[in-house]
C-alpha cells in the first residue's frame, strides 16, 4: 500500500502528461505497479496485456523484468525505445501526440446542428476487448434528423477528461463536421471545469489541424510499442 501511494503522489504531480496511468490506478484494481526510483515506474494491467513504461533507462529496465506475458502493448516515451528493443522483439510502434487546451486559448466553431447524444450525469459504460471504458460526455451533429458526425470523452476524472471516439460519415467528411462536434464537447469540458485532452496519432495530420484550430497546443509525445519476448 505504501509503493502504491508513493506512485500516485508520482502522478499526481503530472495529471496530464500521466493521465492514462492515473485513471487506471483510480478504476482498475487489476493493474500492479512497481517503482524503481522516484521518477521510474512500471504499470501493467494483465488483463488488457497492457503496460506503461516510464523514467530513468536503467531503472527501467531493471523493472521490465516484472511483466510476465509473452506479448504487450507498452506505453513509453521515445527515449526507451532502444531498451525495449534490447528486451523485446518489436512489432509495431506508433507515435501518438497529446495536444492540451487552456480556457483562454479556447477559439469555439458553434453550431446549432451540434446536440448533445448523452444527457450529462448519465455516463454510458461499454466494453472494449478486455477493458470497460466509459462515455460521460457525447455530441453529434444532426443534418435532416440524422446524426452525420459524433464524437465525445473516452476518459473522464474530476479535473480532466479525453476527447476520443470521433467519427464522420464518409459522404460527409472534409465538410468541418468534426470541428464542430470537438468544439461543443471541448466546450462542455469547460463549462464542468476540467482540462480537455487530445490524443492523436502523429500521421493523422487532419486530426492535428482541427485540434490546433480550436486552440489544442502540443503537450508531449508518446509511443505505442507492441512487444513480443
Known sequence: MEQRN?????LLQDPVGNFELLFHFRGDREARFWLESPNSYLVELPTAHKAFLCGEEKACERLLPNLKEDHY???????????????FIVRMVETNLLFTLHREDFIPAPDTRVR????????????????????????????????????GTQ????????????RTEEEHQRKGYALK???????DLLGEGKQPIYRVSADNLASRRLAERLGFTLHSEFL??????
Not at 6 to 10: A, F, S
Open 224 to 229: 505505442y510499442v507492441t512487444v513480443r519476448r
Open 6 to 10: 508513493e506512485i500516485l503522489q508520482l
Open 73 to 87: 502493448l507498452v506505453q513509453a516515451p521515445y527515449p526507451l525505445l532502444p531498451l525495449l528493443r534490447r528486451v
Open 155 to 166: 476518459f473522464e476524472s474530476e479535473h480532466w477528461a479525453e476527447i476520443a471516439w470521433l
Open 116 to 151: 448533445p447524444l448523452i444527457p450529462r450525469g448519465f455516463p454510458v459504460c461499454y466494453q472494449v476487448g478486455e477493458e470497460k471504458l466509459s462515455l460521460e460526455t457525447f455530441y453529434g451533429l444532426f443534418l435532416d434528423d440524422q446524426v452525420v458526425s459524433y464524437g
Open 181 to 187: 462536434v470537438v468544439s461543443a464537447v471541448v466546450d
